[in-house]
Nanobody, 124 residues
Framework: QVQLVESGGGLVQAGDSLRLSCAAS????????MGWFRQAPGKEREFVAA???????YYADSVKGRFTISGDNAKNTVYLQMNSLKPEDTAIYYC??????????????????WGQGTQVTVSS
């Protein structure tokens, strides 16, 4: 049983920063690749950032230089630091885990476990 719980979303203005957290139960953080996805109203879920033990971190072009994925193994938690937020970043943000990662992936279908999502709204 793997459980992922996101937190840290909210309503901010353009240019502000937020840090999202994803608390994981089980061995998700230490033994599996982790990623962040987002879904805006009327759009499909899209890749944001991810980490694998062998491949390291990788990001969508739209967030490179602004977002940073990191983790704290002691707390079984993965973070998404979001700086210089834009209205286009408005979405529900989901963390996800892969049970058997064999390569890096930006495809939602490659991820096996998902959190409930946390809303991020960027005004103006």
């Amino acid at each position: 049983q793997v459980q992922l719980v996101e937190s840290g979303g909210g309503l901010v203005q353009a240019g502000d920063s937020l840090r999202l957290s994803c608390a994981a139960s089980g061995r998700t953080f230490s033994n599996n690749a982790m990623g962040w996805f987002r879904q805006a109203p009327g759009k499909e879920r899209e890749f944001v950032a991810a980490f694998t033990f062998f491949s390291g971190t990788y990001y969508a072009d739209s967030v490179k230089g602004r977002f940073t994925i990191s983790g704290d193994n002691a707390k079984n938690t993965v973070y998404l630091q979001m700086n210089s937020l834009k209205p286009e970043d408005t979405a529900i943000y989901y963390c996800a885990a892969r049970a058997l990662p064999q390569r890096k992936s930006t495809i939602p279908e490659s991820y096996d476990f998902w959190g409930q999502g946390t809303q991020v709204t960027v005004s103006s």
